[in-house]
């Protein structure tokens, strides 16, 4: 399924970090700060003025955006004000 979405949003898919403790203990998803940074999947037309493009990894607002799943994966529907920088590795 393909997800377009409409207006200034863009869907992107939160990158999870695998977390352990000095001890070598996987820490589970419940224990663990929600993501803040993300790949960007597809753009909405109407998205202006920010550098980003599909592929980018962007930071985030903590609590920004509506969380859904397709084929079981979690992605993130965002309003390009949520996007707070472009991280470039």
Do not use: N, W
């Amino acid at each position: 399924m393909k997800v377009i979405p409409l207006g200034e949003r863009l869907l992107i898919k939160p990158i999870k970090e695998e977390k352990r403790t000095e001890g070598g203990i996987v820490l589970p998803d419940t224990a663990k700060e929600k993501p803040m940074k993300a790949e960007v999947i597809e753009i909405g037309k109407d998205v202006e003025d920010i550098d980003i493009k599909v592929g980018d990894k962007v930071i985030f607002s903590k609590y920004a955006g509506t969380e859904i799943k397709i084929d079981d994966e979690d992605y993130i529907l965002i309003d390009q004000d949520d996007i707070l920088a472009k991280v470039e590795e």
